[in-house]
Every structure is written in C-alpha cells, then in structure tokens.
C-alpha cells in the first residue's frame, strides 16, 4: 500500500489530496458502517474535546429517541445537547445493550484516549460475531491514532484512512477519476494475488467483472454517485486465478458534489458460498433423517399446531402429512382421556421447559386417522428461534412391545404348566385358561386325532365369563373334521398355525355361519406336533376383528411343538411297550418294499409285451387289481378335451359291471371339482386317505342318487394319479380301497406314481403305434382313392382323344358331335383339375393352413353365380332343380373365391347323394351377433347319425355310398377349413332316406383368428 503523506504544505495539490483523503476517509467509513451488517448509525466519539464526531447523518434521528439511554450506558452522566456530551467516565471493554426503540441494538468500543466507537444497527449483536470483531479492529485503529496525534491533527485524513484501510479483513482500493488504483490495503492485495506496488496505478475495472448493467465495467459509472453494492462478481486475478468476490463501490464525494474517485471494498465469497452448501446439505441430511427414521417426528409450534410430520408418522398414523399439517396436535392425535393431561403439560413446558414432559419420556395413548388407539411413548424437546420455540415430538409405538411382554409372559406360563402337570388331560385346560387370558383370545378349542381313525373330535372347550353353550360350541361338538377339510383340515395337511382375520369374509372355515351367531370374528389355529405326527389342533376365537400377527403365529408354532413333545413325553413308557411292535412294523415295511419292486418290476414286462392300445390299457388296470387297489379306472383326455373312462377293473365282478355303468351314467366334467378333472388341470396327484362323505360330495356334484350309488360302494381310500407322457397330462389312474379297508398313504402314493410313471409311456407308446398305423391306413386308403379317381378321367380323356382323332380322320364330320365330344372332354379335365386343386389344398392345411384374402362379397349373388354353373353344365340332367330363398342381397367381409369352392362342394354333393333328383335348396338368412346363415337342402339318401361326426375329416366318406358314388372325402375337410378361419362353424344335420342339410354360420366382418380358435370351432363341427 502507498504510504500516506506527511507533506503539510498548503499547495494546491495539496490542498486536492487533502480534499480527496478526506472524502476517502468518508467512503471509508461509509464502508464500515456497511461492514457491520447494515448499522443506522456511526459515532465516533472523542475525549479530547468531549465530542461526538458524527459519522453518518442519521446518527441525529436515531440519538434523538435513545441518547438518554445510551449516555447514560457509557458515562452515567446527562447530556445538553444531541451532539456533545461529556466523556469523564467511559467504558475500558466493549459494551452490548438495547436502545429504547424496538429492534435496536447499540454496540460501544472504548478507544485507547478514553474515547469510544458506537455503533447501531437492528439486528441483535453477540460477543464474537464479524460485526463485533470489525467494530473492535476500527476502534483499536483509530485509538492508536488519537494516541500518537493531537486532536487538532486528526484533519491527517490520508494517515487515518490508510489505517482504518489496513484493519479491515476485506480487501479495500481506492482508485481516481481515471479508475486507476491509488491505495490498496494488504487484504486485498493477498486476494488480488499480486503485491501492494504492483497493483498500484493498475485500471482497477480490469480486476472485476461487473453485470452488464454497469457501464463498460466502469465502477465510477457503477457506483452513480452513491454507494452500490454487486452481491457476487468475478474477481480475475492477473495469475489467471477466477472467484468469486461481494464488492461495494462508494464514491469520494467533495464538499462541492464533485466526485474525484471512490473506495471498493471486495470481500472473497467462498467460504461464504462454502458455508451454504454446507448448511444445505446438513438441510438435506436433516430431511433424509426424518424421513429414515423408524420412529415418528413430529413438529409442532408453540401454540401446538404440527408443522411437520415424517414418512414414520405417516405409517405409524395412517394417514398423509397433508391431512394433519397445520391442526392441532392434542384434537388429531392424543386420545381424549389424556387431552387435559397433555394440554397442561404442554403449556408448561412451553413456558419454562418444566413439567412431566421436561427431558423425560412419558407413555400415553394416542389415536390414528382411523379412529384406532395404541400404546405410544412420546419424548418432547424444543428448540429455539429468532421470535419463539419449536417443539420436536419423538413419538415411538409401543404395541410391539405390549405383545412382545404378553407373548414372553404367556410362553413361561405354558412352560410353567407344562412343567408342573403330570398328564395331558390335566394340563390341557389349564394351557387354553393361560393362552387365551394372556393374548385376549375370547374363546378356545382344542381338537383330538381320534385313535385308529382319520379324523378330529373336539375333546375340551374355554370360554372367557361364559358358562352357557353357543352355538359355535354346539356346532363343533356335532361335527369333526379330516386332513384338508376346511381351515383346521387345511392346518392339518399344512401343520403350520393360521389365521383368519374377519370370518364375516369368504373363508374356508367351515362353522363361519356358527362363530360370527356367536359374535366371534377372528379365528387362529394351531396344530399339536409331536415328533411324526400331528395330535391335534388349537383353535382360538376372538369377538374383535385382529389383524393377522406373524409373530404370533410362529408362537403358536413353536408352542404347538413344545405341546406336542410333552404329549409325547408323557407317552414315553407306552412307547417303550410297543417297540416290538414297531420294530415288526418296520420289517413288515421292509419286506413290503421289496414286494414293491418285485410288483414294479414284473409291471414293467407286462407293459412292454404289447403295442396293441387296448390291450396296454387292461394290462395297466389288472396289474393294479388287486396288488395295489380294489378297483381301478383308466381315464383319458380326448381330442376334443372331453374325459372318456377307457378302461377298469375291480376285484369284485359283480361291481365291475356297475362300475362300468356308472362311469357311462356318469361322465367326468373336465370342469369340475371331481378329483379326476382337478388331476387332469394341475398334473399333481390327490390322495385321499380317508374318503368322507365329503369327499363323496366331489365325486357326486349334488347329484343324489349317484352320491347314494357311491356311499353304497363303500370307498375308503382313493388315489388319483396323472399319467404324464412328454410332458403332457394324457388322462388319470384312479386306485380306490373298498373291501380290504386299506388306508393309502404317501407310500402307497409313490408306489402309484411309479407304477402310472411306466404306464404313461406304454400307453403312450400304444397310441403312437396305433396313430402310426392309422396314418399308413388313411396313406394306404388314400393312394387307392386318388389312384382310382386320377385314373377315371385319365381313361376317359384318353378315350375321348381316341374318338376325336378317329373322327377328324373322317372326310365327313358331324360338328355337333365333335362339339359333345370336346365338352366331355372339358368336363373330365376340370374334373381331373378339381382333384388336384382338393389335394394341394389338403397339402397347405396340413402345412401353414389356408390364405384368405377377404374382400366385400354379396352372399347372394355368389350364390346365384355357383348355382348357374349347375343349371347349366355340358350334359344338363332334368332331374335337378335349384331353389334359392333369401334377402336381394346379402353384404359382408370374405372371400369370395373360397366361399365359391365351399358352395360348390355341398352343392356338387347334394347332387351326387341325390341320385333320384329333386329339389335342391339353398337359404341364406341374418343370425344373431351380426351373423350370416347359410344352408344347402337336398332330398338324397341321406347319412346315418354314426357316420356324420366323421364326415368333415380328410379322406372320410360315408361307408352307405363309397362304392355306388365315386369321391376322395376331401371337399367336407377343406370346406371346414375354409369357414373354421372365417371365423364360423359347418354342422349337417341328415336322416337316411330324407336328405341332409349342411349349414354354415360366419361373421359378417373378417378377422383374422387364432389356431386355437379354429381348433376349437372344428370340435364344434365334430360334435
């Protein structure tokens, strides 16, 4: 920095540095004031002539309403006039108190002559802050000052300038009218980079780069004769170096008004900017804590309103912070039996940080959006703001640890139980007492495999306050219940606890009906275990709908064991009287497995002897008869995905005849719940060891006297088994126990599915034999046909060349006849085309299907344009007429050339199967859904009802006219085809001797249909 002047000559450039330190001085200081966060006033006050040099002009306006107060803080003594006062005693430290006015605060520095700096400003000012330590730096400066110079030479503005210059922490420049740098300060020369001689005389717009505002980046121009402040520019430095930097321009202006330079003062913004990304993202972590918590945060202002409610309490309330934001916190989500209490504590700890909620946590019960309560701690802490408090509430759900306590108490009391009982019939109505009173359960069953048998009894009952029966109770004395029947079957055949959280719900809970008469709503259960085994079963009844509680199912779980095994225990010395038993049983096992794998083994070269697809099935129902069942049928999945009973066989003959009856009587419905079709549906085995009336209902389908047939029967164990081959389910082996009264179980299942195992691929073997050697057949049958019919017009053609050739050898030629002859001839060769334009047809089906090309066709004209071709063929026969009946018109979407080669088809057959002549009929008509039918009639031979079904497959043809009328059986195949992808169906309906009548029903419009559609629309065609 230059050094100030100590030239006192009173020349004329002297007299201009004077004016022009002077005014710098005043920027100077106006600079200060503006370091200190925005003062009302500066003073400086001295003791050599009991003065106060005023800084700024407002200092007068603010002195007027607090002068008494603040004299009266510095010196103790009063005041004459608003501008001097007496210093006798003046402050050693600095001095922090409020002025009289609202929101003002003044600040006082002692000066080291005993004078003071004082400062005022709005904002609140504490031991510390920039603004205190700034005021500090100035006063010290300028005590130093007043202490090495008279009062009389503090008019040495240059001296005085340049400290006040050096003390500050910013950077400060004073520039010249030019915009060069007359005096810089060390500060600003270190952010600047460069040293204090070389920044001297250096254009200091160079170094800033103002906003486009300000003209030509001159900060003269910038500053307009007032101070201007740039909240962020650019400071570049000369070594390249680019930041950010405050800058506050404030002009020298002379007594005159004349501006003859100005002071900057620039301050490095970084750290600053530092502070705020700090400060944002200790925000951002704030947030992500409130929002990660497990617990509920809620804040809440002092007068008990939320202002903020996190994700927790979001969950924990059930409800969405919008709904709760500004309500009050004691109405939304304190119960109302501890409103007053907490309305009381609230208010006193908002008062003084006293009461119950003062640095402790205190359980109450608070309430959800939905009305439900529960168990909560809350722990109240506020924190401090400019003008008042804001309170954080901690708020932790306490109802995992009500049930944790109650789960841990009612565990050791069955442990105590158990322990202290010496038989299960004692202890038993003691664990339901404990369970129930420990859990709030309002009712409990316990239910008893019954020995010897498949079934469960209810053995003991507890009612809480209750002594009468209701008519749950009475249901569940009357009926027991099997493995897999209803929700306690369903624990059975799972042996894991359940829950069913509102019965008044579709539920698989048999007595439903009977719990919710008795007010019951909930209902758990628990299965006994002991070590192989299920015992029994647990269940428990609530009158209050309880959501579903995984901990406490695995409880139940884990005390369903513990019961279990104390059973178990108290059978110890039984146990020990039956281990011979046992030990036979497992031999018995033993040589039962071996006998297994004898009988597999012996199936095994029974299944392969033969190819033959009948015998392969009885083979397969003897080998089960009576080795592993008393009765087994064998039911297969047909093409048309109805299930047809193909084979069975049973121990007694008498009932094998009426089995075979009743699976004639008495098809399955692929749809049903019979076990046959359920196999057929999932490809997993059912095994029925104790067949029920129950399961008879399955079997029956609400059909009386066939559930009457089968009670009379008498089955008592069935297993149902899907023979599975490359994948896919073929059909179902059912092995039914009657008269031996043997029970299956998982072994004899296993058994089974081995034995269905290699049945599957026998019979599947014995179906692709049999498939393979009807295909050579239809080839076999078919190159007969085709030969003969290629043949037929093949010799008639060569017999006609034969006569045409003679007879053009003739000199003399009849032309009529030679015009006959060549229309036969034309006649046998659009036969002949017919023919391989059927078989190529045949080829694409069979290879991509049929191409349609659909366009706007008149049903009825293409009808009358077919017809004409047959009223008017080279040879007409008299004894045909042709009828059409229909609409003028008949519009739709199709193809209009293969709907000509369909309408040919039955046309041509309805002439050749009506050899006698007659009538031929064709009706066209509207159907339902946007439909069209229509039909041809004739009055021919007519085909029997046997043959029809088979009518519509390739190469088939009715075996009442294969010899008398000539034909391949393709036409009815690929007419089907043709209108199965249009969308429609083809159906005749015929009796020998009257005529037949096939008829089409098609879409109007066209849509192109999948291959499972047209499957689907064939097997109508079929049936």
Same mark, same amino acid.
């Given at each position: 920095m230059a050094p100030p002047s100590n030239d006192h000559d009173s020349t004329p450039n002297q007299t201009v540095n004077d004016r022009h330190d002077e005014s710098s001085l005043r920027s100077l200081l106006e600079?200060?004031?503006?370091?200190?966060?925005?003062?009302?006033?500066?003073?400086?006050?001295?003791?050599?002539?009991?003065?106060?040099?005023?800084?700024?002009?407002?200092?007068?306006?603010?002195?007027?309403?607090?002068?008494?107060?603040?004299?009266?803080?510095i010196e103790g003594s009063d005041i004459s006039t608003a501008t001097e006062f007496d210093l006798s005693t003046v402050v050693t430290d600095t001095l922090i108190f409020e002025g009289e006015q609202p929101?003002?605060?003044?600040?006082?520095?002692?000066?080291e002559d005993g004078g003071a700096l004082v400062a005022c400003a709005e904002d609140p000012w504490e031991p510390g802050d920039r603004e205190h330590a700034t005021l500090l730096g100035f006063a010290r400066l300028i005590g130093q000052y007043n202490a090495s110079t008279t009062a009389s030479s503090i008019s040495d503005h240059a001296r005085l300038r340049d400290l006040i210059a050096e003390s500050a922490r910013d950077g400060v420049i004073g520039i010249d009218?030019?915009?060069?740098?007359?005096?810089?300060?060390?500060?600003?020369?270190?952010?600047?980079?460069?040293?204090?001689?070389?920044?001297?005389?250096?254009?200091?717009?160079?170094?800033?780069?103002?906003?486009?505002?300000?003209?030509?980046?001159?900060?003269?121009?910038?500053?307009?004769?007032?101070?201007?402040?740039?909240?962020?520019?650019?400071?570049?430095?000369?070594?390249g170096l680019s930041f950010p930097v405050e800058l506050t321009v404030v002009p020298n202006v002379e007594a005159s008004g004349e501006v003859n330079g100005a002071v900057v003062r620039f301050a490095d913004l970084r750290d600053q900017k530092a502070a705020v990304v700090a400060v944002e993202q200790s925000e951002a972590r704030h947030q992500a804590f409130l929002e990660m918590t497990l617990d509920s945060i809620i804040t809440i202002s002092q007068q008990g309103r939320i202002l903020e409610f996190n994700l927790a309490a979001e969950e924990t309330f059930r409800c969405f912070a919008s709904e709760v934001i500004g309500r009050d916190i004691t109405e939304t989500l304190i119960h109302e039996h501890w409103h007053e209490w907490w309305t009381a504590s609230f208010q006193s700890f908002s008062r003084d940080g006293g009461g119950p909620l003062n640095g402790r946590r205190v359980q109450i019960t608070a309430v959800r959006r939905d009305g439900s309560d529960f168990p909560a701690e809350f722990t109240l802490t506020r924190i401090p703001m400019r003008d008042s408090w804001v309170y954080t509430l901690y708020i932790h759900d306490l109802t995992e640890e009500k049930w944790n306590d109650r789960r841990r108490s009612t565990r050791y009391a069955v442990t105590h139980i158990l322990a202290e009982t010496e038989s299960p019939r004692s202890a038993l109505p003691d664990v339901l007492a404990a369970v129930c009173e420990g859990l709030e359960w309002d009712w409990a069953a316990c239910w008893v495999r019954q020995p010897g048998s498949n079934e469960m009894k209810l053995d003991l009952t507890w009612n809480v306050g209750q002594d009468s029966v209701h008519p749950l109770e009475a249901a569940s004395e009357e009926n027991g219940f099997g493995p897999g029947y209803g929700f306690l079957g369903q624990i059975w055949t799972r042996q894991t606890a359940d829950w069913i959280e509102d019965m008044a719900e579709p539920n698989p809970y048999r007595r439903s009906e009977s719990a919710l008469e008795s007010g019951f709503r909930s209902v758990a259960a628990m299965p006994i275990i002991g070590r192989n085994e299920i015992i029994g079963i647990i269940e428990f009844q609530s009158r209050q709908r309880r959501e579903r509680d995984p901990e406490m199912l695995r409880m139940f779980d884990s005390l369903g064991s513990q019961i279990g095994q104390f059973i178990e225990r108290k059978q110890v010395e039984e146990e020990r009287v039956q281990i011979l038993a046992r030990e036979q049983s497992a031999r018995a096992e033993a040589e039962?497995?071996?006998?297994?794998?004898?009988?597999?083994?012996?199936?095994?070269?029974?299944?392969?002897?033969?190819?033959?697809?009948?015998?392969?099935?009885?083979?397969v129902a003897r080998l089960a008869v009576p080795r592993l069942a008393d009765y087994c049928a064998i039911d297969m999945l047909q093409d048309d995905n109805q299930i047809q009973s193909l084979e069975l066989a049973d121990v007694n003959p008498e009932k094998e005849e009426i089995g075979r009856q009743m699976h004639e009587d008495h098809p399955v419905d692929p749809e049903s719940n019979h076990p046959v079709a359920q196999v057929l549906r999932s490809g997993r085995p059912i095994l029925f060891s104790d067949v029920d009336d129950d399961v008879l209902q399955l079997f029956a389908e609400n059909d009386e006297a066939y559930l009457a047939a089968l009670r009379d029967i008498g089955i008592d164990s069935a297993m149902y088994v899907p023979l599975v081959a490359r994948g896919r389910t073929i059909g179902v082996i059912s092995f039914v126990a009657s008269e031996s009264g043997e029970r299956y179980g998982p072994s004899d299942l296993a058994l089974a599915q081995e034995l269905t195992r290699?049945?599957?691929? @026998?019979? &599947?073997?014995? =179906?692709?034999?049999? *498939? @393979?050697? &009807?295909?050579? =057949?239809?080839?076999? *049958?078919?190159?007969?046909?085709?030969s003969h019919e290629l043949k037929t017009p093949l010799t008639t053609v060569k017999g006609y060349g034969q006569i045409l050739s003679r007879l053009l050898r003739r000199p003399t030629t009849d032309p009529d006849r030679l015009i006959r002859l060549a229309d036969q001839l034309q006649e046998q060769l659009s036969r002949f085309e017919t023919l391989i334009a059927d078989l190529l047809d045949v080829s694409r089906i069979q290879q991509r299907g049929l191409e349609l090309r659909p366009e706007p066709t008149d049903l009825v004209e293409l009808v009358r344009m077919v017809v004409s071709r047959f009223e008017y063929p080279a040879e007409p026969d008299p004894r045909h007429h042709f009828v059409i009946s229909g609409p003028e018109e008949m519009n739709g979407v199709w193809d209009p050339d293969r709907l000509d080669q369909v309408l040919t088809n039955l046309i041509s057959n309805a002439v050749k199967y009506s050899p006698d002549g007659g009538a031929i009929g064709i009706t066209i008509s509207e159907a339902e859904n946007d439909q069209v039918e229509f039909a041809v009639i004739d009055q021919g031979i007519g085909i029997p009802e046997e043959e029809q079904s088979q009518l519509f497959r390739p190469f088939a043809r009715s075996e009442t006219v294969q010899r008398a009328i000539s034909g391949v059986g393709l036409g009815l195949y690929i007419s089907q085809q043709i209108v199965t992808r249009h969308g429609g169906i083809i159906w005749l309906e015929s009796e020998p001797g009257i005529g037949s009548r096939f008829a089409i029903l098609l879409p109007r419009e066209y849509t192109a249909i999948s291959e499972e559609i047209i499957a689907q629309n064939e097997s109508e065609t079929d049936r």
């Open positions: 600079l200060v004031e503006r370091s200190l966060d925005g003062p009302h006033a500066l003073l400086v006050l001295s003791n050599a002539d009991e003065s106060a040099r005023i800084v700024d002009n407002q200092t007068l306006n603010l002195t007027d309403v607090c002068r008494e107060r603040l004299i009266a803080a929101n003002i605060r003044w600040m006082a520095a002692a000066l009218t030019d915009g060069r740098c007359r005096y810089i300060n060390q500060a600003g020369a270190d952010l600047i980079g460069s040293d204090p001689d070389d920044v001297i005389s250096m254009p200091v717009s160079s170094l800033f780069h103002l906003p486009e505002s300000a003209e030509q980046n001159d900060l003269l121009a910038a500053a307009e004769r007032e101070a201007t402040e740039f909240h962020e520019v650019q400071l570049n430095r000369p070594d039962a497995a071996e006998r297994r794998l004898a009988f597999l083994a012996e199936a095994s070269a029974q299944l392969s002897a033969s190819l033959d697809f009948g015998v392969t099935l009885s083979n290699r049945a599957a691929m @026998a019979i &599947d073997n014995a =179906r692709l034999y049999r *498939e @393979a050697q &009807d295909a050579v =057949r239809i080839r076999e *049958e078919f190159l007969s046909i085709a």
